[in-house]
């Protein structure tokens, strides 16, 4: 039996089922196939993001540090709060409720827009023909106007490292301990290793990040990675740089890692390690080879700007593709893949896409580093504010970090702004926007902000960019 649609999405993550509703919403008939089984056996939308990723993730964050911020900081404003406990099974229900409520959303939203949910592994036969196995029963066809592939990432697996059940896992299986380990290893000191490492560290682990990288967060501007280093190390997270690890053992119960760094051969014991070290796409299977589907040499999708793959009638969106695996960068290309399908002018501002890693304090950055504006040699100015001269931050008692803010020197444009501090994640969208709309220093500096917010903080790093911030000595 062969259905037909106008646009067949494989994949339901934040790339995929955003790229189905958009789909339906211009009035294209549209099918979803996504191969995703919950613990409860049942299929679910969300893919990796909302449901062993993003959302959990961030559930465990915000409970650790409620838990944290009981224990250490409380009493600090005067509340006292006697006999903080830990109930992990409650913390754990609580982060799986989330992630099914969220996911159910999805699912209504399917229904809302007409979308068919089409449970099972989906296969590219064609530019136009999908052929789809579900879990139990026959393979069926589905051809398609055009297809857009959205099957996103996996952990990468180390081949001598293999996983156990329990005691060495992935990003999935660091959710989902069922108690706190007394020291935790984490192999890899990159987003997905610090926010995991964080909320077992706040629950009480003994956490040590192993990262083979000489640089700290090499992503980063220079001055942020420093400045997040010294903070998580004065936290007590164990971060060891350059230290490659080349073997692991399990022996009574305990993980035994030996790793090189400078100093030669080195030793540790964990009680449980998770292997953080990076997502690959899935594509392995994802076409057939009669398809003709390009892959580049990672088995990334290779697409142009506009996500457009070798194949005419074929798109290709989110972590599987080139670009940072982040779940919005995923949505907004299936929002222009939907546009462009429908006939529509699209596309995707690259340069204004924001990262965060919801650690305690937070990071997040949008734009140029201030080391790639000096390697591609433009002039810049630099605008910095520190959050221990924000009214705001001291009232909450959160004044770690900075704001920094880079323009171009002729210009005055807007480049980069990079924060390290509270709620970093949420001051990231101002600067977003103001890349997005071009906007110079001088904009944000003749902006009116409101007193006493986090926000003004932006507004001071503005003025610093021109030698005029107020709060600064
Ligand atoms: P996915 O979310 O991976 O979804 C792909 C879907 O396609 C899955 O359901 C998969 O089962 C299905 N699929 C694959 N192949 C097939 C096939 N052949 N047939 C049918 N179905 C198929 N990003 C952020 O932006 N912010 C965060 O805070 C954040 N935190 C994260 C925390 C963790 C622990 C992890 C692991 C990731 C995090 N990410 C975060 C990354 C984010 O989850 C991904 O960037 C995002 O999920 C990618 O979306 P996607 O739709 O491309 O792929």
């Known amino acids: 039996m062969t259905d037909k649609y106008d646009v ?11 790229a189905a509703i958009r789909c339906s919403q211009l009035g294209l008939a549209t099918a979803c196939v996504d191969e995703w089984i919950n613990p409860q056996g049942r299929p679910a939308l969300g893919g990796t993001c909302l449901n062993v990723g993003c959302i959990p993730s961030k559930a465990l964050l915000e409970s650790s540090e409620l838990y944290a911020r009981a224990q250490h900081e409380l009493a600090t404003h005067g509340v006292q709060c006697k006999g903080v ?19 159910q959303g999805i699912e209504q939203l399917f229904k809302s827009n007409g979308i068919t949910w089409v449970s099972g592994r989906g296969r590219l036969l064609s530019g ?46 660091a959710l989902e301990f069922d108690s706190v380990p007394g020291r935790l290893g984490v192999i890899g000191a990159g987003v997905i290793g610090l926010e995991l490492g964080s909320v077992w560290q706040r629950l009480g682990s003994k956490v040590i990040l192993l990262e083979a990288q000489e640089q700290f967060l090499a992503m980063t501007d220079d001055q942020l990675g420093k400045e997040a280093l010294r903070q998580f190390r004065k936290q007590g997270l164990d971060i060891r ?39 690959r796409p899935n594509t392995r299977g994802l ?11 990672w088995g990334f999708i290779h697409v142009d700007e506009q996500c457009r ?33 429908a006939g529509h002018h699209a596309s995707m501002n690259y340069d204004a896409v924001p990262s965060v890693i919801y650690t305690q304090p937070e990071i997040a950055w949008v734009g140029k580093t201030e080391q790639l504006l000096k390697t591609e040699g433009i002039e810049y100015r630099t605008g910095m504010f520190p959050f221990t001269a924000s009214g705001r931050a001291r009232a909450a008692g959160q004044t770690e970090g900075f704001i920094k803010l880079l323009a171009d020197a002729d210009t005055d444009r807007l480049l980069g702004a990079h924060i390290i501090g509270p709620h970093a994640s949420e001051l990231v969208a101002q600067a977003v ?14 902006t009116v902000f409101a007193h006493p917010t986090l926000s003004e903080s932006f507004h001071e790093a503005a003025l610093a960019v021109h030698d005029r911030a107020i709060h600064v000595a």
């Open 8 to 18: 067949v999405v494989i994949g339901g993550g934040p790339a995929g089922y955003v």
């Open 128 to 173: 136009t023909r999908v052929e789809v196995t579900p879990a139990k029963g026959n393979a069926r066809e589905l051809e398609a106007g055009h297809v857009i592939l959205a099957p996103g990432s996996s952990p990468v697996e180390i081949d001598h490292i293999p996983l156990t059940d329990d005691l060495i896992v992935d990003s999935t299986g």
């Open 309 to 341: 793959t070798n194949l005419p009638t074929v798109y290709a969106i989110g972590d599987a593709v080139r670009g940072p695996m982040l779940a919005h960068k995923g949505s907004e290309e299936g929002v222009m893949v939907a546009e462009l399908i």
């Open 85 to 103: 406990e830990l109930d992990l099974a409650a913390m754990m229900a609580r982060k799986d409720k989330v992630v099914s409520e969220l996911t």
């Open 241 to 279: 740089l350059g230290a490659r690890v080349t073997e692991c053992e399990i022996k009574r119960n305990k993980v035994h890692i030996e790793y090189e760094d400078a100093k030669g051969r080195e030793q540790e014991q964990v009680d449980r390690l998770i292997v953080a070290v990076g997502r």
């Open 433 to 446: 926007l103001a890349l997005e709309m071009q906007a110079s220093a001088e904009d944000v500096m003749l």
């Open 287 to 297: 076409a057939s080879d009669e398809s003709q589907l390009l892959l580049d040499e």
